[in-house]
């Protein structure tokens, strides 16, 4: 078995913290193990938890939607979230949940290497970057850390309940697409 399968089947059967217990699947990711791009959410929702595939209930249509408007194709990127299983009511994840879970994205960093990473709302820039950063002041800034760009956006579930979102959203969009485009990267 090589390190990413190792990976998925460890998150399949981690009790690593409170939310194993409601789940009915874990959701590791999906997507492309080479991928030069990695969009990181919060937790799987009802259809995520479900599928065990991330982003395709609502607001992964929405995200699909939000990537087909500059281009970007799903097939060639990695998906996956701050915390691998559902947390009850799609609450927000806690700090020793996020803790308990972080882990595992840190060795999905390590075995796909992305070179640029978009961030999916205020859970994903708190834990991937820092606490100290708001998502409505500091989406759209690029951050380079480690050699890898990473700038966050609103989540698209944000843009579902409040679409006066969408026009920055776009923005930020269009952002990525240019920062894939001058690192000449294929997706
Ligand atoms: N919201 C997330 O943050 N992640 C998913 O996978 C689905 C919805
Ligand atoms: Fe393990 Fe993460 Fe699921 Fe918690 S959320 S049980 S740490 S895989």
Not at 124 to 151: C, E, F, K
Not at 162 to 174: A, E, L, Q
Request: glycine content about 6%.
């Amino acid at each position: 078995m090589d390190r990413y399968e190792e990976l998925v089947k460890e998150i399949a059967l981690c009790k690593n913290c409170v939310l194993h217990e409601e789940r009915n699947m874990a959701v590791a990711g999906s997507g492309s193990i080479g991928a030069d791009l990695m969009l990181i959410g919060e937790g799987p929702g009802a259809e995520e938890d479900k599928n065990g595939v991330p982003f395709v209930g609502a607001a992964g249509r929405l995200l699909t939607d939000m990537l087909d408007a500059v281009d970007i194709d799903r097939d060639k990127l990695y998906v996956t979230n701050i915390v691998k299983c559902r947390p009850p009511k799609n609450r927000t994840p806690k700090d020793e949940e996020a803790a308990a879970c972080l882990p595992y994205l840190q060795r999905q960093l390590e075995i796909i290497d992305p070179k640029v990473i978009l961030l999916l709302g205020a859970t994903a820039l708190r834990y991937v970057l820092s606490p100290n950063l708001r998502i409505t002041r500091d989406r759209g800034t690029w951050h380079q850390v480690d050699g890898r760009w990473i700038m966050a956006t609103f989540h698209p579930a944000a843009l579902l309940r409040d679409p006066r979102k969408k026009p920055d959203s776009f923005d930020d969009m269009v952002s990525l697409k240019l920062k894939i485009r001058e690192l000449g990267l294929d997706v």
